[in-house]
């Protein structure tokens, strides 16, 4: 998708183009905005007001800065432009578990989302959401059944998430769940929201299996919560970018590791060992 969504509304292109030059930029005249940008002083005050509402952008006299969550992994806008070919194979890889008539839940993770363009070819399939992102991608296609989880809505997530979304499924049976992680520290997956967190516990709790969808930049890493344990996992998917030795101590602790090639196609990714 080219737009993400704020308080209900669709982010522009042009907005996502701010947001993106500011970001790599860290700190960003106005006046360089305008001129850039070929906007009146009134139409960028109202699209830096529209990103500043959303928590992306701030504006500290002169200058417009990117906050933390537009440079970190909470924010959709950064998170989906990270490690595309990674995401794409680890993604292939996994949609290769699902068999014809399983019921699958994908959380709000851009690593799980990019496995969207494989599922309209698995039969009989119902997918289980949170993902407002997700769920708008895999609305349109007509031979699947899609169930999205309610709640309370976070945009930068693009998910809902708390008690409502957490209840809502505990009354399904899912065949496979398929979430992500912020960082992997040992041999435990971490995320830095707590709600975020609970939404994908509550997924896994009503799974058959589990898989975990990480790429290889994200090992080595903290976050401040605890998601799991890689041993509640029954398989952790991640790329051929990932350190032989980390994924030989993942095999050693009993760990069924599956190695994305990222070197070749999506669709040909392959399984190491």
Do not use: W
Not at 15 to 37: K, M, N, S
Not at 76 to 105: E, H, N
Request: with cysteine.
């Amino acid at each position: 998708m080219n737009a993400v969504l704020v308080e209900g509304q669709v982010l522009s292109s042009r907005r996502r183009g701010i947001l993106d030059y500011v970001t790599e930029r860290g700190v960003v005249p106005v006046g360089d905005l305008l001129e850039r940008f070929s906007l009146s002083r009134a139409s960028i005050n109202r699209d830096l007001l529209a990103l500043s509402a959303q928590g992306l952008l701030r504006r500290v006299g002169p200058d417009i800065t990117a906050l933390p969550s537009a440079s970190s992994s909470g924010s959709v806008v950064y998170r989906a432009r990270q490690a595309v070919a990674q995401k794409q194979a680890i993604a292939a890889l996994a949609a290769s578990l699902i068999s014809p008539g399983d019921t699958v839940a994908l959380d709000d993770s851009t690593t799980v989302r990019a496995m969207a363009d494989s599922l309209s070819a698995i039969a009989s399939l119902t997918v289980v959401t949170n993902s407002l992102g997700l769920g708008t991608r895999l609305g349109a296609c007509e031979t699947l059944g899609l169930i999205g989880l309610g709640g309370r809505y976070s945009p930068t997530f693009e998910a809902f998430v708390g008690m409502v979304c957490e209840q809502s499924v505990m009354s399904m049976h899912i065949d496979l769940a398929f979430v992500s992680a912020a960082a992997i520290h040992g041999l435990t997956a971490y995320h830095q929201i707590e709600e975020i967190i609970r939404a994908k516990q509550a997924l896994m709790a009503v799974a058959d299996s589990r898989v975990l969808l990480v790429d290889s930049g994200k090992f080595g890493n903290s976050a401040m919560n605890r998601l799991a344990a890689l041993s509640e996992f029954d398989v952790v998917i991640t790329d051929d970018g990932i350190d032989p030795g980390y994924a030989a101590m993942l095999r050693d602790a009993g760990i069924t590791l599956k190695i994305a090639a990222v070197s070749l196609p999506a669709d040909r990714a392959l399984t190491a060992g």
